[in-house]
Structures are given as C-alpha cells and as structure tokens.
C-alpha cells in the first residue's frame, strides 16, 4: 500500500465529523465506501451488511431473489402438508418444518431488502456514495493523529 498524505487527511476528517456527530446523539455508521474512501452515514443509509463468505448479496433486488426462492420452499412446504388431505388421509405433520423454515427466511429476506431498497434511496436522494460490501472499518487505524502501518518511518 502506498502512503498517501491526502487521503489520509481526508479520513481523518471524516472521522473527527463522525465523533462528533455520535457524541451529538446521531446515529451514525462509519464504513468504506464502494470506492475504497471513508464515509460516515446516518443509520438509516445503512440497509444491510452482507457477510464475509464468498457468494454475497448486496443489493435490495439480489436479496428480492433470494425471497422468492424462500417463497417457494414455503408454497412446496404448504403443498407437501395438505397433499395427503386430497387423497383421503391425514396432513403430513413432518412438512410443518419446512413451513416454518421457508416462512421466517421469507419475512427475514423480505425485512432485509426493504431496509436495503430504502436506504439505496436516500443515499440517492441525498447524494451519499455506495457503501463497500465488507462493512468492515479499523477504528484504531483512524484515532487522529495515530501514526499508520503505511506511513514512511513507522516500524509496525
């Protein structure tokens, strides 16, 4: 990694705004942008974090997918239960798990990509940058000040 004087400059800024946006009472998230640049965002900018394995969703409509998928698993759940009441004989009790399954991924996934959808909006609406897709930000890196691991003349 290269050192870069103004790049840090401006982090450093986006940091002290952040303290003292937090100590003010804000909610605020401070997170990496899509672009590698510092930003903090108002909680409600922030839709969802994906998570640190390799296949990711961070889109509202790739979370949509994955809720449609979750509605099928629920609609095969209510199918396999009452098919036994077409032919005459009991409900299948076994298929309650797959209904519960598919039912709470389903309201989970949908939970997830309406946050997203309307944060994706008010970043628009309010011109915020698109935050990184790993969520991740070393708060002891950016202590102001703080000599950096990249910085010429540091030893760590």
Same mark, same amino acid.
């Given at each position: 990694?290269?050192?870069?004087?103004?790049?840090?400059?401006? *982090?450093?800024?986006?940091?002290?705004?952040?303290?003292?946006?937090?100590?003010?009472? *804000?909610?605020?998230?401070?997170?990496?942008?899509?672009?590698?640049?510092?930003?903090?965002?108002?909680?409600?900018?922030?839709?969802?974090?994906?998570?640190?394995?390799?296949?990711?969703?961070?889109?509202?409509?790739?979370?949509?997918?994955?809720?449609?998928?979750?509605?099928?698993?629920?609609?095969?759940?209510?199918?396999?239960?009452?098919?036994?009441?077409? *032919?005459?004989?009991?409900?299948?009790?076994?298929?309650?798990?797959?209904?519960?399954?598919?039912?709470?991924?389903?309201?989970?996934?949908?939970?997830?990509?309406?946050?997203?959808?309307?944060?994706?909006?008010?970043?628009?609406?309010?011109?915020?940058?698109?935050?990184?897709?790993?969520?991740?930000?070393?708060?002891?890196?950016? *202590?102001?000040?703080?000599?950096?691991?990249?910085?010429?003349?540091?030893?760590?």
């Amino acid at each position: 990694m290269v050192y870069d004087r103004e790049r840090f400059a401006r *982090e450093d800024a986006v940091y002290a705004e952040h303290k003292r946006a937090v100590a003010a009472g *804000e909610k605020r998230v401070l997170r990496k942008t899509s672009t590698g640049g510092l930003h903090s965002y108002p909680a409600d900018e922030i839709g969802f974090t994906p998570g640190g394995g390799q296949a990711q969703v961070s889109t509202w409509w790739g979370m949509g997918i994955l809720m449609v998928v979750m509605v099928l698993i629920l609609a095969t759940g209510v199918w396999l239960f009452q098919r036994p009441l077409w *032919e005459g004989s009991g409900p299948e009790w076994g298929a309650l798990w797959l209904i519960g399954f598919g039912g709470l991924l389903t309201l989970y996934t949908f939970n997830l990509a309406r946050d997203e959808y309307r944060a994706t909006q008010l970043r628009k609406l309010r011109g915020s940058p698109k935050p990184s897709s790993s969520g991740s930000v070393d708060i002891n890196l950016l *202590e102001l000040g703080q000599n950096r691991r990249d910085q010429p003349g540091t030893s760590r």
